[in-house]
Every structure is written in C-alpha cells, then in structure tokens.
C-alpha cells in the first residue's frame, strides 16, 4: 500500500510569486491534514479536511493560503502571493475516520527568496 | 497556554548506551499521545501512541514510552541505542476534542556516536 505522497519534494520561489503544493493521501483515508514547520520552531497545523470538506482551518495563517480537496482524493495548498516568512516544512498526513492514527508524507521544502 | 514540551533540544549518546527522551504536555484532560521520529529525508514516522489503559507502551524499533499522569508526562525510552536511531524524534498529543489535530514539540534532535 502506498503512503502519503507529497508533491514537489523542494520549492524555491521569488516572493510575490504563487506556488501549489500537491498531497496524495493513503487510498481510502478521509481524514487529510495540512501542517507547516518553520525553521527552529514546532510543527503547527494549519487546516483539516474530512473528505472534500474543510472540517478546521484555524491553523491557516492569513488569506493568502488556499487549500481544496476536489472529490476528496488529493489535496493542493496554494500560497500567494509568497512571503519570506512562508518559508519552511509543509507536511501533509491522512487517517482513517475514527482513527487518531495519522499517517506522514516526507513533506515540502519551501523556500521563499 | 497549552503547550507540548520537549526540553531537549539536542541529545547525543554512545552506541549501546540508553536512552530517555522527555515530553511534558499542559492540557488538562488526558490526551492521546504519540512519538514520531523523522529520519533524514523521510517523513514522520509513527513510534508509538497512548490512547488509555496500560501507562507502558510498546513501539516499534525497540522503544517504549511511559504515561505517567501525575507528571503530564510522555517519555520516551530505549536500552539500548544504535546507529540508526539517529533522527529527530517528535512528541504529539491529540486533545480527543479537536477531532485529530495534532500538536507538537519542539523535536529533540538525537545524534549516536560509535
């Protein structure tokens, strides 16, 4: 079975430009989570979805992140425009309903110049 | 304010050596608990969790963690480290109200030497 895949592995962007990161949740998990770590600080979670509906996005830090999940498979989180301080580790993990058990992708790299 | 607590930034060890890794969380009711560890170019990993019952929990790779409630407390534990076990180790903890979302340490970063 595959895992969480997480899509580009790096970004390196000029602020002001819009980038869109892609997750592909395990087959059949509902749940999908988007998390963020800045450098030297805790990772922070930023929205949840259950199946193609935002459950919590207390975590999104501003409107210039959008995040969807169309037909409740995979899940884009676009920023723009890019700041300097977006910066960092964008980790995306699915679980089953129900289950507290969260699975990982090896997260997005991003770098705003 | 609510918080996970990972004091140690950075450990280093021998090969062989134990280890104990501290995690302090601040809510008030018992939450569910979790370690990760994040090796170099991987994403996190699931170690262990804690959801009710028995307060010594077995994980994979040879580590446990110990509940202890009168502590706030989640640490985590191997006998015996190996070279592998070099990564960065995360503890988590779910609220159980919050519907998954998952709060973090800081990470202690675990370096083994030879």
């Known amino acids: 079975e595959a895992g969480v895949t997480q899509f580009p592995s790096h970004s390196v962007i000029e602020k002001g430009q819009t980038v869109t990161l892609r997750c592909d949740p395990i087959?059949?998990?509902?749940?999908l989570y988007w998390y963020r770590r800045v450098m030297g600080k805790e990772i922070k979670f930023l929205l949840h979805f259950v199946k193609e509906s935002k459950q919590d996005e207390s975590g999104m830090p501003n409107n210039r992140f959008l995040a969807e999940r169309t037909g409740g498979t995979y899940s884009t989180l676009k920023v723009q425009p890019a700041e300097l301080e977006d910066s960092g580790v964008y980790f995306c993990?699915?679980?089953?309903?129900?289950?507290?058990?969260?699975?990982f992708g090896p997260g997005t790299r991003l770098t705003v110049t | 304010a609510q918080s996970v607590t990972q004091p140690d930034i950075h450990i280093t060890v021998s090969e062989g050596a134990s280890l104990e890794l501290r995690c302090n969380y601040s809510?008030?009711?018992?939450?569910?608990l979790f370690w990760y560890v994040q090796s170099p170019g991987q994403g996190l990993q699931l170690l262990l969790k804690?959801?009710?019952?028995?307060?010594l929990v077995q994980g994979i790779k040879g580590f446990e963690a110990e509940f202890k409630r009168s502590q706030s407390s989640f640490n985590l534990r191997k006998p015996s480290v190996h070279w592998s076990d070099a990564a960065e180790y995360f503890c988590a903890v779910d609220r159980g109200s919050t519907l998954g979302r998952l709060y973090f340490g800081r990470g202690t970063q675990l370096t083994v030497w030879p």
């Open positions: 087959s059949g998990h509902d749940n």
């Open positions: 993990a699915s679980s089953q309903l129900q289950l507290y058990e969260q699975y």
């Open positions: 809510y008030g009711a018992t939450p569910y």
């Open positions: 804690y959801f009710s019952g028995d307060t």
